[in-house]
């Protein structure tokens, strides 16, 4: 599988010129969380856990930069439902989706 690229607000993973899979958030920083808010895998790369690996870069951030995470994509979330051991980063508002 590719690389997977930062950029500002996003992980993503490019191939061919173009974005194959990305996942954004932004960081609300009155509560010091970092909202997810999209993400996509293109049709190359469905079923080869792209989206799984983009999820975990963006918790390996909130980890790193000790932020809470509220996944509001309706992917996002189900990964946190998923992976209990995400539940430290998990903001007491990640429920919302």
């Known amino acids: ?3 997977i690229e ?8 490019a191939g061919d010129g173009k974005d194959l899979a990305e996942i954004t958030y932004r960081l609300e920083e009155a509560t010091g969380t970092l909202v997810i ?6 049709e ?5 856990g792209a989206g799984e690996k983009l999820v975990r870069a963006v918790v390996d951030k909130a980890r790193e930069e000790d932020l809470k995470i ?7 979330a189900h990964q946190f439902k ?3 051991e995400y539940s430290d980063v998990l903001s007491g508002d990640g429920n919302r989706s």
């Open 1 to 3: 599988m590719e690389l």
């Open 6 to 13: 930062q950029g500002a607000g996003r992980f993503y993973i």
């Open 37 to 42: 808010d999209h993400t996509y895998v293109s």
């Open 44 to 48: 190359d790369l469905r079923g080869q």
């Open 70 to 76: 509220v996944p509001v994509c309706s992917y996002a």
């Open 82 to 84: 998923k992976h209990e």
